[in-house]
C-alpha cells in the first residue's frame, strides 16, 4: 500500500525555528509537495521538490532524500500567521496525489 | 482573480437526496480534480479531469458522479446523499499533475 506518514501536531514558539517531517512509502516517485492549510482555509501551494537537495524560499525551505524517501519543511522566525496545518503530498508512478494527513502546527507567544 | 470558486460554500442534505457541487476556474487550467477531506485523514481523490470532456475515478468515487462539459466546469454530484458523505469537499485545477494545484474554498456538506 501506499503511505504518507506525518506527525500529527507540533507546537513551537513565536521566532523559532520548526522542522516537519515527512516520510513516504509509494508506487514510484515523481515529486513531492507541501501545502499550508488554515483551520477552514483551501490548501495553498508552499514547494515542490523532485531533486534530492534543500529548496529555499524566504523563510520556508523544503528538503528531499528520495532514497530515504523522506523530506522535511523547515520554518523560520515562526510568526503567529504560521500557525496552520501543513500537508506533504506525493506524486506517485501514475501521477497520483498521495496525502498525508497534515500536521498541525500551533505557534505560542 | 477569481482562481478556482465553488458553490455553495455550505449544505445541508437529507438521507437519500441529490444535488451538484460546482467548480469553476479561469486559469485555462487542463486539470480539474475534486477531493474530499475528513478529520484525520488526507486529502482523498474522488474524481479527477486530465482535459475537457474526460473524466477518471479517483480513490473514493463510489456514490458520486463528475461532468466535464467545458474546460472550465467541474461538476461534482451526489447521486443518494448518504451520511458517510459528510465531509468538506474540495475542487482544485493546475495545468498538470507535477504542478501547482490551486483550490476552492471548499463546501462543507451535511448529511442528516
Known amino acids: 500500500g501506499q503511505n504518507i506518514d506525518q506527525p500529527t501536531e507540533m507546537t513551537a514558539t513565536e521566532g523559532a525555528i520548526v522542522q516537519i517531517n515527512c516520510t513516504y512509502q509509494?508506487?514510484?516517485?515523481?515529486?513531492l509537495f507541501w501545502y499550508q492549510q488554515h483551520a477552514g482555509e483551501a490548501p495553498t501551494f508552499l514547494s515542490y521538490?523532485?531533486l534530492d537537495g534543500l529548496e529555499e524560499k524566504g523563510r520556508f525551505s523544503s528538503f528531499l532524500s528520495r532514497s530515504k524517501g523522506y523530506s522535511y519543511l523547515l520554518l523560520k522566525e515562526l510568526q503567529m500567521k504560521d500557525s496552520a496545518s501543513y500537508l506533504c503530498a506525493v506524486l506517485d508512478s501514475n501521477y497520483q496525489l498521495i496525502w498525508g494527513a497534515g500536521t498541525k502546527l500551533i505557534i505560542k507567544p | 482573480n477569481a482562481g478556482v470558486t465553488q458553490t455553495p460554500k455550505f449544505q445541508v442534505l437529507k438521507t437519500g437526496q441529490s444535488m451538484t457541487l460546482q467548480c469553476a476556474q479561469d486559469?485555462?487550467?487542463?486539470?480539474m480534480y475534486w477531493y474530499r477531506q475528513d478529520p484525520g485523514m488526507g486529502l482523498r481523490l474522488i474524481y479527477y479531469s486530465a482535459s475537457e470532456g474526460t473524466t477518471d475515478k479517483g480513490e473514493v468515487p463510489d456514490g458520486y458522479n463528475v461532468s466535464r462539459l467545458k474546460k472550465q466546469n467541474f461538476l461534482l454530484g451526489l447521486e443518494s446523499a448518504a451520511p458517510s458523505q459528510t465531509s468538506v469537499y474540495f475542487c482544485?485545477?493546475?495545468?498538470?499533475?507535477?504542478?501547482?494545484?490551486?483550490f476552492g474554498q471548499g463546501t462543507r456538506l451535511t448529511v442528516v
Open positions: 482544485a485545477s493546475n495545468m498538470g499533475e507535477n504542478t501547482e494545484a490551486f
Open positions: 486559469m485555462n487550467h487542463n486539470s
Open positions: 509509494t508506487s514510484g516517485f515523481n515529486g
Open positions: 521538490n523532485v
